[in-house]
């Protein structure tokens, strides 16, 4: 005996084979009809949200208190890493355009579709452009637009974002600078006694100021690998938990080999500066005066 | 025959401003010390007694007068000439011995010698052959702080004996020894004098001072007593 459908309330509904067309108020369960249900796809918030799995019957209605359809889900659709759409607190059904359309009752009305252009040489990058101006000659209540506009305009608030997250990376990183400088410095003034001892019994100011060098590359070389590990846990345990908060695909923090890359060159260019501005203070003190004598 | 010190210090002198004016911790000093022989430098603190043993192992520059070691004027070398002395000419033994806490004691043997490009499987040997020597065969693998303060100070003798210097120079050896420990010290180097090596030690130790050789009592600056309580040729 099959189970008994079970109300269905959505915000946002999608054909399959055209981009989003139409968004409903609401989506209803109402009384079913004797025909064979339809079939659709839902996204993996609402299934989680509602208990619903793939063989479910559910009344799928445009708005509330209209008969609506029954139908059966056939599918559970993950989202995609899009941004955009992280925050909003909406549900996806997907379901297709004809049956759409009687049940919303809007014809063939649509408010957005996507023109794929072929035969253009490759490497012609301006051939969107010429094809979105060709369908505006002849358009009329609407509007084309290449992707790549459409991708700007879509991107522009990230990009700002992406700039306050890099000053704050630029601020983070100049600070780490000087807290790092101070730290080497402290710590190689610490072992101002054994570099007295060693200029002392006859070891040349070159070779104290390399080892010093050497000793801040390597403590610079390890600290950052270990840096990076640390970043990768904690960019994986925040992907976890904000992929599980928004049940979103999305990766919202990214530790990448190029990041990794400027991580670890910019701690060796820190700790080699360092070691030699401490280094050389060191070995440029009087061997007697490194001993406390 | 006539015998060339080890070392020859003429008419030194060093002097230091302080608070506007110069005062001198050494005031015209001359001291000739003979191969083999073992020379104790004593008085009170302040005397010049530290300041001198600066001056002859090229830490410290004279102001006026000249030193001569094994040859060589080293009252006049740059930092890189003097440094490089230090190395090779003379070796150091200091009274709170300054060994490298992350090295162990053969490690601290061989720096000497690794810094003057000694290969590196001829100056393990003579690591392992100096700490034989000083009595520490079994701890060339400890560290500073798993050893005694006399053992840490044999690691100090073996060190500045490495690239077998001419002179060996002592800043109070014993300062930091117990009793035992400190006659231990100067039974070690009084082995060491017999052996050949020329030893110029500055303390406070009386005993120290009874076992050299040769006792020399410095105030103000000046040398005022210098006594030969051994002369080479009875010891010979």
């Given at each position: ?114 023109v794929?252009s ?10 969107p452009d010429r094809v979105a101006a060709a369908i505006n000659?002849?358009a009329?209540?609407?509007r084309a637009y290449p992707a790549?506009a ?144 | ?236």
């Amino acid at each position: 005996m099959p189970p008994a459908p079970r109300p269905l309330l959505a915000g946002l509904l999608a054909g399959v084979l055209l981009l989003p067309t139409f968004r409903p108020a609401s989506v209803s369960a109402q009384v079913s009809t004797p025909a064979a249900p339809r079939t659709i796809a839902i996204d993996e918030r609402l299934a989680a949200a509602a208990g619903l799995a793939v063989g479910d019957t559910v009344r799928l209605a445009a708005t509330a208190g209209s008969p609506g359809d029954l139908v059966r889900i056939a599918a559970i659709t993950r989202r995609g890493a899009d941004p955009s759409e992280v925050a909003r607190n909406e549900f996806k059904v997907r379901l297709h355009l004809d049956h759409l359309q009687s049940l919303t009752g809007s014809g063939d009305r649509v408010g957005r579709f996507a023109v794929r252009s072929r035969g253009a040489p490759s490497g012609d990058a301006a051939a969107p452009d010429r094809v979105a101006a060709a369908i505006n000659q002849s358009a009329f209540g609407f509007r084309a637009y290449p992707a790549s506009a459409v991708a700007v305009e879509t991107s522009s608030t990230f990009r700002v974002v992406n700039r306050f997250h890099r000053a704050i990376g630029v601020i983070t990183i100049v600070a780490s600078a000087i807290f790092l400088l101070c730290i080497t410095l402290l710590k190689v003034d610490e072992r101002r006694r054994d570099v007295g001892a060693l200029r002392l019994i006859g070891c040349a100011r070159a070779t104290v100021l390399r080892a010093i060098v050497l000793e801040a590359t390597l403590v610079a070389l390890i600290g950052s690998i270990l840096g990076a590990a640390l970043g990768w846990a904690a960019s994986a345990i925040v992907n976890w938990y904000y992929q599980g908060v928004y049940q979103t695909p999305l990766r919202f923090t990214l530790v990448t080999p190029g990041i990794v890359g400027f991580a670890v060159a910019l701690s060796l260019v820190l700790g080699v500066v360092s070691g030699i501005l401490a280094g050389r203070r060191l070995v440029r003190t009087a061997p007697l005066e490194l001993v406390g004598r | 025959m006539t015998v060339t010190p080890v070392l020859s210090a003429q008419s030194i002198r060093r002097a230091y401003p302080l608070a506007g004016r110069s005062v001198e911790a050494v005031r015209g000093l001359s001291l000739d010390v003979m191969a083999g022989e073992w020379v104790a430098v004593v008085g009170p603190s302040g005397c010049g007694k530290s300041t001198l043993l600066n001056l002859l192992g090229a830490i410290d520059r004279p102001t006026a007068g000249r030193i001569v070691i094994a040859g060589r004027d080293v009252s006049a070398l740059g930092d890189a000439e003097a440094t490089r002395f230090r190395l090779t000419g003379v070796g150091f033994v200091f009274q709170r011995f300054y060994l490298m806490p992350t090295l162990t004691a053969a490690e601290n043997v061989e720096l000497p010698m690794a810094e003057a490009r000694m290969p590196r499987a001829a100056r393990s040997a003579r690591a392992r052959e100096l700490l034989a020597y000083v009595g520490l065969d079994g701890r060339a693998e400890h560290r500073p702080f798993q050893l005694s303060g006399g053992e840490q100070q044999r690691v100090a003798i073996a060190r500045a004996l490495a690239n077998r210097p001419a002179l060996l120079l002592a800043d109070e050896p014993t300062g930091e020894l117990d009793a035992r420990t400190g006659a231990e010290m100067i039974a070690l180097l009084d082995r060491l004098n017999h052996d050949g090596t020329t030893i110029v030690t500055v303390t406070h130790d009386e005993e120290l001072a009874q076992a050299a050789r040769r006792v020399v009592h410095m105030r103000d600056g000046v040398i005022v007593d210098d006594v030969v309580r051994r002369p080479l040729e009875a010891t010979a």
